[in-house]
């Protein structure tokens, strides 16, 4: 029995473990079954940008936590797994004709999505054939062949002559090049080809974009400030894609009470605050803050001086704030 296909390699387990956490508890909170929490920490079985977020939140840790990095022993065992296919297969018709229908697939403009809907096959088998993984019984080759508007002699014949012209050797080379990266967030050639892109990196910058750090939490007086993306909240939709913003929870009683409890602030960093603005105010320059440095912030409304210079102010009691960074708050969402 052919093994199953490792389509997302990641440190879901080894988080899981760091946190005292069993299989059956994740289980439990994710609302997946074993099987299914099992398959996707062996990396078999994918994740939706839901399910990806949820597990954040449930293991408290960072979506680039998820992510393996070289130098993380999943990708030793990933890369280690891959190679010993690769050098199965490498002899073996099904490669050959796998690569070979992978370019006629290229040639045609189609994702590996629609030649398996074209082909009257799933997602996952059409994927399976293409990387040399299957088999192919005698009823599929004819759909396959006609998914391509081609007789099945002349899909044979494309194949045999793509591998005498040796363009097949420069797919496996490609693929072989692929194994020396992993899904490392932001590499532009890491992962396993699935709909003809990369999956794991996808599914990070699909689930990324989408999200927001909070980056500060009310502390007494004023709120406790950390430029840290441990904690994430999905952002509202005027707010997706835009990576200058982040969020903080804020003091409500010492904003006079109009911003309500169990709220979001959002504050764009790329939008310096303006007299007649409500901003963040930070008693730190912002740009020289890392992730173990807190600082103190507000949220004041500006305003300024008769020689223009900016502060701001809060009631409850009432505070003159004066400010190394004001940024300006876009917006506020209750919870």
Known sequence: MAQEEII?????RTIRLGRGMKMTELARQTG????AVSKIEKGVRRLNQKQLLN???????????????ESDDVANKWQTEIKRRLSDNEHRGLKVFGLG????????GKTIAQAAKDAGMTLSVYHKIE?????????????????????????????ANLYKSGDLAKQMNKVKERIKSVLVPDS???????????YGAKLYDSARRKLVPVFGNPDGRAISFKRDDTVMIVAPASLVGRKSIYAVIPNTKRVGGFIPEKSYVFVDAAQPAAAGDLALCLDVDFDKLDTQTVA??????????????LYGTIVDPQEKIVAKTMHRVVLISVE
């Open 101 to 108: 229908l992978r370019k006629i697939r290229q040639n045609h």
């Open 296 to 309: 103190h912030a507000q949220i004041a409304a500006v305003h300024a001086d008769s020689k223009g210079k």
């Open 55 to 69: 597990i954040c939140k449930i293991l408290h840790c960072k979506l680039s936590d998820i992510f393996i990095k």
């Open 188 to 198: 532009p050639v890491s992962g396993i080809d699935i709909q003809d892109g990369l």
């Open 32 to 35: 997946l079954s074993l099987s």
């Open 8 to 12: 997302f390699p990641n440190n879901i």
């Open 131 to 159: 990387i040399g993984q299957r088999e192919i019984y005698q009823d599929e080759i004819e759909p396959l062949a006609k998914s391509f508007a081609l007789t099945t002699d002349a899909m044979f014949d494309q194949i």
